[in-house]
């Protein structure tokens, strides 16, 4: 009886800190779904890239997991602002569907250009964290489980901190909310946008560095599965709902884990497209999705 | 205060507003009366930057309203109260109040302005925490109202205010509409309800399929048959 529990405990670890990655990549689905309603596919690649300048912080320049974080979060941010302003911004009146193909556009973009320019050689992250194994019992807990769970915790509170009070939170909720409107407050919409691909993007630079130090290997294409399955992740907890990603990662992670967990592994992917079309067919506005009722 | 000499606006094709001209003086409430389509809205969202002149000349104190961006347009001193409300639905009261005060930076003063709205529309007060889509109609017109004099308007836009409302509340909105005025704002006011219009106005403008066909004292129009006849059902 008792390694049972010790197995659904240790499934339980590891699939927050999976599910904490997909929920940091999850919030940018969102947060730019909900502005300007759009799926953006190159997501997962831009965290790719947020891999890659950590893989480059922690290598050549030899730096430590903190400023690599900072760094890979903060050029993160400026390429989903780049993209977002090259690519999608002349589509601003076109049909959602232009925009989403030149999304995917991107998204190979990005995959096929990382292949160009890295080469698609897999690289190694170095040791950033002690191997240390904390054991209770049956039970082991990495020192990177807890890197990345209190990663991402800090992560999501200044998020949530910034999205009610700061002004650019603001701002970006009522732009998200009615974007004429908000320009009559005197909010610029293009700004708000733009960080709000900022933000978005630096999260899944964050999940890519913890990617990177977690698994240890980091490949050009490395963006696809994780960006489908916080996609997917986005979708359960109700897209452009903030909280809802967050949840939605968090299920997620522990699906995939537990369907590892009693030894299915090789059918943790197909588990979450599975996870998907349950919540297409039954509650497609998602977990914490409602309609806000409104008195006119 | 506020002039529009020949302004052509078009939505794609349709030519919506063709070549109006009128002018706002300070201190005034001047109304923009006319049936649905005939271009009210269109030259609120013109002069608040959201629509661009194809043709025509918009000046407000002195600055030329053509080449400025809508958010720029609040920081110029004007403001406006949307059609519908469009009231941030999600938010609190006063979350909704604070970004009527977008622009602003001075916390001092914004919280003072926050109390001068609460004053003019205890409701507000009242319900401050409250989430803004659970306000009733009425209110809901006060919270935009409130919003837009969070920006400290010289010039206050006003769209339908008294759209949905039940006669008391229309009656109640346009008494504000008087008490804000005569605290220093000047109101360009757009009404379908013509006679509630002329009778807080000082003149009016008459609209028809995007041109202006009268204009005058408001006073004057009230009493001729042709605005009796066309809008006053007499």
């Known amino acids: ?296 | 205060m506020l002039s529009l000499n020949n302004v052509h606006v078009y939505y794609g094709a349709i030519h919506a507003l063709k070549g109006i001209s009128f002018e706002v003086n300070e201190g005034e409430i001047v109304t923009l009366i006319g049936s649905n389509g005939a271009g009210k809205s269109t030259c609120l969202k013109t002069i608040s930057g959201l629509l661009r002149p194809k043709e025509g000349t918009m000046q407000f104190k002195g600055i030329d309203l053509t080449k400025v961006s809508a958010p720029e347009v609040v920081t110029k001193g004007i403001s406006q109260v949307p059609e519908g409300r469009r009231i941030f639905a999600n938010m609190s009261v006063s979350e909704n109040l604070d970004l009527g005060a977008y622009q602003r930076r001075d916390k001092e003063g914004i919280k003072q302005d926050i109390e001068r709205v609460y004053t003019l529309f205890p409701r507000l007060k009242e319900r401050r925490r409250q989430l803004a889509g659970t306000l009733s109609g009425g209110e809901q017109q006060m919270l935009a109202m409130g919003r837009a004099l969070m920006s400290k308007p010289q010039l206050l836009l006003l769209d339908e205010p008294s759209m949905g409302l039940a006669p008391l509340l229309v009656k109640q909105i346009f008494e504000i509409i008087v008490e804000i005025n005569s605290l220093g704002t000047t109101i360009l006011l757009v009404e379908q309800n013509a006679r509630m219009a002329l009778s807080v106005a000082s003149r009016a403008y008459v609209l028809e399929t995007g041109k202006i066909v009268l204009s005058g004292d408001a006073k004057e129009l009230m009493e001729s048959d042709e605005i009796q006849k066309a809008y006053l059902g007499g």
């Not at chain 1, 990663?151 to 910034?162: D, E, P, Q």
């Not at chain 1, 009615?178 to 733009?194: C, F, H, P, Q, R």
Request: net charge positive; glycine share 10%.
């Open chain 1, 1 to 296: 009886m008792g390694s049972v529990s010790d197995l659904i405990i240790q499934q339980i670890i590891n699939g927050i800190s999976l599910g904490s990655i997909y929920a940091l990549i999850a919030l940018g689905y969102t947060m730019v779904y909900g502005i300007i309603q759009l799926i953006n596919f190159a997501h997962g690649d831009i965290m790719m890239v947020g891999a890659y300048i950590g893989w480059f912080c922690t290598t050549t320049l030899m730096l430590s997991f903190i400023p690599a974080l900072i760094i890979a979060m903060f050029f993160t941010a400026l390429l989903g602002m780049l993209i977002e302003r090259i690519a999608y911004k002349p589509l601003r009146h076109a049909t959602r569907l232009a925009v989403l193909i030149t999304a995917i556009g991107v998204s190979f973009f990005l995959e096929y250009g990382g292949i160009l320019i890295l080469t698609p050689q897999t690289r190694t992250f170095p040791e950033v964290f002690p191997q240390t194994v904390y054991e209770f019992g049956n039970i082991t807990f990495k020192y990177g489980d807890v890197v990345i769970i209190l990663t991402t915790v800090i992560l999501m509170a200044i998020l949530t901190l910034v999205v009610k009070y700061s002004r650019v939170g603001k701002a970006m909720r009522a732009v998200s909310f009615d974007k004429e409107a908000a320009s009559l407050m005197g909010i610029n919409v293009d700004n708000t946008i733009s960080a709000t691909f900022a933000i978005g993007s630096s999260l899944a630079a964050a999940a890519g560095v913890l990617i990177g130090v977690y698994f240890n290997t980091i490949n050009p294409l490395m963006g696809i599965m994780p960006g489908l399955k916080a996609f997917v992740a986005a979708v359960l907890g109700g897209i452009g709902i903030i909280p809802g990603a967050m949840v939605g990662g968090l299920v997620m992670g522990l699906v995939e884990s537990f369907v590892s967990g009693i030894g299915f592994s090789t059918w943790r992917d197909a588990a979450a497209f599975f996870i998907l079309i349950i919540v297409l067919i039954v509650k497609p506005t998602g977990l914490l999705g409602k309609n806000i009722r409104e008195k006119v």
